[in-house]
């Protein structure tokens, strides 16, 4: 590449799209230093060009139509923080049907169209890249791709919601309920008015699409993944897992096992031993298990201005190397697996299981019998009368069992009378990856 | 590149060499899928041709002499996995002469040779990749020269030395002393024999440089690495430590503020809440601190056949990509910052201080008066007398305050007659990267 000047069209310009202008500011000689190419941000697409914005960049690169910065033949390179899927997705195969590259942070369209948008690219020679959609400031997609190239991963454990586990962290530290600290983070700006797609697994979901999709090199369908929100966990059960050694996170599991694949995200009791349990407040996290290199994990901050721009713009050295070397394209590795299910016979972990009973004789063993009946054994157990010594708490964790022998026992303990409720259960990791 | 087939001379089949073999027998389906060509293993320098070995090769591949490997035509990639300075600088540079890529994992060779290594790659446009070298099967070189490409990383912590982890592990849970645990660890194959440059820092020393080096685009001189060992860490100090809240790691500091840096390993006491804090046993941690990105950690084996050889092996694998792609020696950025180093005044934290005192009126007074001529405030402190109560231990974190001020403060506190014995003193590193 004999050019001097890479030209950079931004589509959106809210918290990342100013962090990214920041920073191509703040750190423009080593960015110089390290590609020998002035990195130049031409047009902007913003949505109203009198707002009043923390950065100064000059108001004649601002524009109100993406088409300004899509059919600029001058601009090499889209950098895509408009979010959502459309008009999103369309900007994007249009910037690459015109040559351009494409960076983008967005985790919805690239869990749901990345295959599409990453055969576009291929087909037309040019870079897509996304590292910040997950883990915010965490390079976790450049260590899937590169770092394990030669490795088989087969686990990967994901704290990737910084919402969900400031909330966690705040119910487990000060014993509140849930209602109570999400009120307080949606005050403090850690949590949205419409916290739906953080609290009930959706936006976590995606992360793990991608990430599977990239580790176990497969084309991962996002409605695979089997998601439970977090919004009825309670300060109880965040006890009782205290109690026999466990905290509750909100975690993405993706696991390869034989060949089969299982995707889930939900609340997860987590030995207080792992590192993942560690993983306190906004912050991400996501612990790799692979066939080789055996455990390893990434930690940083999930979400903010600067370290989801850093993401985007080390991309964008990346993409700016790729050019002048002349292999724009050439790097994406596609899916080469074949997407096989977990059946859920084959989907085993531990299980934490809390019941309310009548406090009566041969409660207790009629449940251990039910729960032998489906090969479920049990590793810790604690009764606890209440007060009145009319009911009693069981709160049990389980052996490895299948998933499809705890919906069953989970339906037939409602068919015992001394059961008054099923207070809780939640899936187990523990310390080893057994 | 027109090969459907790569070449690869192994220089070395010990610990990591069998587990790279090892990795290309299990995962050759996967490499084949990522690289569309044959990593074949042409070539293995041993010391000995009739010796037991837990991987089936072919008997033609070995030999004894290093120049049927490094002056054979049809070899494309050097994997060296001697170590020491001699005569492995040489086959290095002689097989780049020849024009063969190269991948090593040797630590030492690349903190005291790197810049002439890497320079003779650049003029030959060969690669050189060492991910191994430092924090095993952690992918920490390729986050800080790609991953964070966009940032500027002010700081860098280093748990990068698991035997010395492994011993402060152990008698921290177990309150035993150091030669107890170094003697277990012997036994146990964690730590050598002759353990002097694991325990005296020298291990870890030469692994920050090379952090150092990529972190902050430098040629940093490994002599200017402040080394101090670990072997006079004692469970008293350990003990004390925990009181306050504290744990005692071997940690690699690397820093650099206003274009100086500092570069040190010693035993230091970190917050217990402090991520770095609970990365036990023989896991490393690299925790890197960067201008927009924040905070972020790669944990992981920083040992071990396997881990080590997942390095050496997706090093591999990006080396015959750039083969293929034909940008070979070009992803290499110079350092191109002048290593300034940090006077003693420069070079601040807080300090952890133990004393043995005369238990009479007006020492700690004295102390204290010392410590505030030289600019030395307190954060904590404690008291305790002895059993007799004819001596006491103080026992003080201050604020932060200057390595030269601790320096000075320590020698003068000798020259007080009231100070029987200074019984250790600890760099401190909080939570905050303050």
Redesign the interface.
Known sequence: MEKKQVKVGLLGLGTVGT?VAR?LE??QD??L??TSVEIKIAKVLVSDLQKKRSIELDADLFTLSAADIIEDPEIDIVIELIGGIEPTKQYILDALDRGKHVITANKDLMALHGTEILAKAAEKGCDVYY?ASVAG???IL??LV???????IHKMIGIVNGTTNYILTKMSQEGAQYEDVLKEAQELGYAEADPTADVEGFDAARKMAILSNLGF?VDFDLNHVDVRGMSNVTAEDIAYGKKLGYVIKLLGIAQRDEGCIEVSVQPTMIHRKH?LA??NGVFNAVYVY????????????GA?E??T???V??D???VV?NMK???SG??V?AP?RETILKTPEQIESKFFLRLLVSDQPGVLAEITTRLASYDISIEQIIQQPNRDHAEAEIILITHMASKKGMDQILTELTTIEAVKEIKSYYRVEGLEDK
Chains 1, 2 share one sequence.
């Open positions: 962090g920073i703040m750190h080593d960015l230093k390290q590292e400031g965490i390079p450049r260590a590169d770092g394990f190239s030669s490795d088989r090199k590192p560690s993983v692979g066939a080789a290199v055996g455990e390893t994990m990434f930690y940083g901050p903010g600067l370290p721009a850093t993401a713009t080390s964008l050295v990346t190397k070397l002349g292999i050439k790097s590795v080469y």
